[in-house]
């Protein structure tokens, strides 16, 4: 397996779960994290290797990445496993998943590249390098099977793994949070590129909600290994803001608070299956900007909103991410109970869609693959 950041080793982690009722047997070995060593997983290089986004960002570091997949190609192709599975990060695992389908090892790959949304020519890759796509939204099969790929929708497993009623008086405790006050969940990202890049503003916004709204509360969950990012720049943007760091944590951050001013990624459709308002915001380099916006299909970047098929909550993109802008999206949910109920009921339906014990229903499929072979 191969699981290429935080987000990834959270899929591959609720994934192995479901394999190993399956197969209590089970070895799996590759490129991962703590949550999949949690699961028994054997990490021969650590999952944030990979992290890394961006067209710009990857060229610094392309030589390392190609080196480390070709030495883990060849070290799968003397072991060759039964299969290997490779979750998301699809600019590193479909190369390596066409040499291995290649070579007569069944090639499994876990989320559906976005094609829906941008780079639709890599369909082509998808079809030349598996045998077989785990899909987490429905939509995508479908789309897949048009271009003789096959697949099967497994549904999301946060949607397993988040309840369905978000414990936020247990969470508050939890975190030391006062009961009645107003929190801001603060999720800037998971890679060290985010917070470099969106740290500083989401900083800034916290700082200038709190001079306007002294009552708000906020709680910043920091990745593993990234605190002494994170903390010189809360010491210069908000160091008077009533902000708590805390080492992960992002579930009760995001069950505790009312809104989430966070990062597009896959945090995004936790915050949507938590049932919270948010606004979502992001920079990059801006050659890699100006390149991805013109291979966009959609109006859409949050996840929630791609998944709704409309603006159900704000996006704020580049330059749009601004401090005074940011600030008043938080407050524009806080102070419209109507429509952070409204957003709640569009989520709660989503949270029901995406709701198919991925683990069992993903572990079946590999089951069936395994089969044919």
């Given amino acids: 397996m191969v699981a290429g950041e935080t987000s990834g080793d959270l899929l591959a982690g609720l994934l192995m779960g479901g394999m190993k009722v399956c197969w209590p047997n089970m070895q799996a070995a590759g490129i991962g994290g703590p949550r999949m060593a949690a699961q028994g997983f054997e990490a021969w290089w650590p999952h944030d290797k990979l992290a890394v986004r961006g067209y710009v960002e990857v060229l610094r570091h392309y030589r390392g990445i190609s080196r480390i ?52 020519n890599r369909v082509k890759k998808i079809a030349a390098s598996t045998d077989h796509v785990l899909c987490l939204f429905p939509f995508e099969p479908e789309l897949l099977r048009s271009h003789g790929i096959a697949a099967t929708y497994v549904g999301h497993p946060l949607a397993d793994a988040i309840p369905l009623q978000a414990p936020r008086a247990a969470a508050r405790a939890a975190l030391g949070l006062p009961e009645q006050a107003p929190v801001v969940a603060v999720l800037p990202g998971s890679r060290r590129s985010e917070i470099a890049m969106i740290a500083p503003v989401f900083l800034q916004t916290v700082a200038l909600l ?106 704020r993109i580049q330059e749009a991410a601004q401090p005074a802008t940011l600030a008043a999206d938080v407050l524009a949910w806080l102070d419209a109970p109507a429509r952070m109920a409204a957003v709640t009921g569009r989520f709660d339906e989503l949270h029901h869609l995406l709701r198919r014990d991925t683990g069992r229903t993903a572990t079946d499929a590999i089951a069936q693959i395994l089969d044919q072979s």
């Fill in 210 to 315: 709190a001079r306007q709204r002294p009552d708000l509360r906020f709680v910043l969950p920091v990745v593993p290994g990234l605190r002494e990012l994170v903390e010189p720049l809360l010491r210069q943007h908000a160091p008077d803001a009533p902000l708590t760091l805390l080492d992960g944590r992002s579930h009760e951050a995001l069950a505790a608070c009312d809104v989430t001013l966070i990062a597009s990624g896959t945090a995004t459709l936790e915050a949507a299956l938590f049932k919270r308002p948010m606004v979502i915001a992001y920079r990059m380099n801006g050659l890699t900007w100006q390149l991805m916006k013109r291979m966009a299909y959609q109006p859409w970047v949050g996840l929630p909103n791609i998944l709704c098929r409309d603006f159900v909550v704000p996006e």
């Fill in 69 to 120: 997949r070709a030495q883990l190609a060849e070290r799968l192709l003397q072991q060759r496993p039964d299969a290997f599975i490779g979750v998301d990060a699809p600019d590193f695992n479909l190369g390596l998943e066409a040499r291995l389908k290649a070579a007569g090892i069944k090639a499994i790959h876990f989320v559906c590249p976005s094609i829906w949304a941008w780079r639709g």
